[in-house]
């Protein structure tokens, strides 16, 4: 990862942090370890840094959506708690 990159992907992080500042730093990181499973099938370790940035996006734009009471998002999106973001239709 570039320099650059890696500014903005720690500069995401950091509004990550500031988004959901009851999640501990460790949460955060498996957070993000469950959604690069659920989106691009691979985990932080195996992770490409384009990859991880656009997970880091993702992420940010699902805790800005939820405080600002936004609906959630169509398809067969997964959110962080790793519940489908699809309402339930089992009654």
Not at 61 to 74: D, H, I, Y
Request: proline residues 4%; without cysteine.
């Amino acid at each position: 990862m570039t320099s650059d990159r890696q500014q903005e992907a720690l500069a995401v992080l950091a509004e990550l942090a500031a988004l959901a500042p009851d999640v501990r730093l460790g949460q955060l990181f498996a957070h993000l370890g469950f959604l690069g499973e659920a989106h691009v099938g691979r985990g932080l370790d195996d992770i490409e840094d384009d990859e991880l940035i656009a997970i880091l996006y993702r992420h940010r734009a699902e805790l800005q959506a939820r405080l600002q009471g936004a609906p959630k998002p169509a398809g067969n999106a997964v959110s962080v708690s790793g519940s489908s973001t699809q309402p339930r239709t089992d009654g």
